[in-house]
């Protein structure tokens, strides 16, 4: 039972340039998310989805987007990287929107340059 | 805002002591999630407290929720090297949309 799967686990990108971070989840959860966390912030909600084809924003989606076309996946796309985008990304899923546990995979490491 | 403010931010002890963190917000939350998370991996959850003076207990770690849900406090007891991790509370919004999380308790247990 592989639970959250995120890859890649660590990546460098140079400022301007694109790329997708991949979000699997084999638990047939119908809600799904993305936080970012960086040192003394905590954990900041970026985008979060309520099941195929519905999406909505955290409290941190600039500079981001997501789609959901199916229950499994979920990506996040950084559009044009900054330093700002500096972080650690974590994709969760749960069985319930908002009050129930979040099961998370274990991160990818964004280095923007 | 809903906030949720943890305390200390940092906790360096011995084996063997026992310590309590905490997780503090002026808001009333419907319930309180607290997870564990090691370097290089995604929190865990340990525990979800729901009814106010609610006590949970987990082996060593005892898990307290305020009696007016504002508040809850996790009490370990004989710390082991184990225990080393990020501690964070976390909480639903007041939408019901996500949960909101605390920026955690560093415990580092030395032997």
């Known amino acids: 039972n592989a639970g959250v799967t995120q890859t890649p686990k660590f990546q460098v990108l140079k400022t301007g340039q694109s790329m997708t971070l991949q979000c699997a989840q084999d638990?047939?959860?119908?809600?799904m998310s993305w936080y970012r966390q960086d040192p003394g912030m905590g954990l900041r909600l970026i985008h979060y989805?309520?099941?195929?084809?519905?999406?909505d924003q955290g409290e941190v989606p600039n500079g981001y987007n997501v789609s959901r076309s199916t229950t499994e996946d979920f990506p996040l796309r950084l559009l044009s990287a900054a330093p700002s985008q500096t972080s650690v990304y974590f994709c969760?899923?749960?069985?319930?929107?908002?009050?129930?546990?979040?099961?998370f995979g274990n991160g990818t490491r964004l280095t923007v340059t | 805002t809903q906030l949720l403010e943890q305390s200390p931010q940092f906790l360096s002890i011995q084996e063997g002591e026992n310590l309590t963190v905490y997780c503090n917000s002026s808001?009333?939350?419907?319930?309180l999630q607290w997870y564990r998370q090691e370097p290089g991996e995604g929190p865990v959850l340990l525990v979800t407290?729901?009814?106010?003076?609610e006590v949970k207990k987990l082996k060593r770690l005892t898990f307290q929720f305020g009696d007016a849900r504002k508040d809850s406090s996790l009490h370990i007891t004989a710390a082991q090297p184990g225990d080393t991790g990020l501690y964070l509370c976390?909480?639903?919004?007041?939408?019901?949309?996500?949960?909101?999380f605390g920026k955690g308790t560093t415990l580092s247990v030395s032997s």
């Open positions: 969760a899923s749960s069985y319930r929107q908002g009050t129930s546990p979040l099961h």
């Open positions: 638990m047939n959860h119908e809600y």
């Open positions: 989805s309520v099941g195929a084809g519905i999406t």
């Open positions: 808001s009333v939350f419907s319930s």
């Open positions: 407290v729901v009814t106010g003076g």
């Open positions: 976390a909480g639903p919004n007041q939408a019901g949309t996500a949960l909101i």
